[in-house]
């Protein structure tokens, strides 16, 4: 069973900066892609940013610029490198891995842009 933990959330001021890791566990082969989304309370889940095994990135148009997208496909894990950070950043942001057909997600992390 494919897990994913989601971790480097918190409390940051506008224009701040935080680092969103996201560890997987469990039998992962082939060729996937590792994302993250984020919600905010009565709105649909969105995409942020995310990287396939080769290596292409997608933004969100709302984050280029500001967020990273990174990985290590040794390790399976993702990171969000996330700068000049908003209050319209807040949310609690996922972690999603994408194999084929099926989907994982994390647990979510909050992520809480105010001064």
């Known amino acids: 069973q494919v897990q994913l933990v989601e971790s480097g959330g918190g409390l940051v001021q506008p224009g701040g900066s935080l680092r969103l890791s996201c560890a997987t566990s469990?039998?992962?082969?082939?060729?996937?892609?590792m994302g993250w989304y984020r919600q905010t309370p009565g709105k649909q889940r969105e995409l942020v940013a995310t990287?396939?095994?080769?290596?292409?990135?997608n933004y969100a148009d709302s984050v280029k610029g500001r967020f990273t997208i990174s990985r290590d496909n040794a390790k399976n894990t993702v990171n969000l490198q996330m700068s000049s950070l908003k209050p319209e950043d807040t949310a609690v942001y996922y972690c999603?891995?994408?194999?084929?057909?099926?989907?994982?997600w994390g647990q979510g992390t909050q992520v809480t842009v105010s001064s």
């Open positions: 999603k891995l994408s194999i084929g057909l099926r989907n994982y």
């Open positions: 990287t396939t095994s080769g290596g292409t990135t």
């Open positions: 469990g039998s992962i082969f082939g060729i996937y892609t």
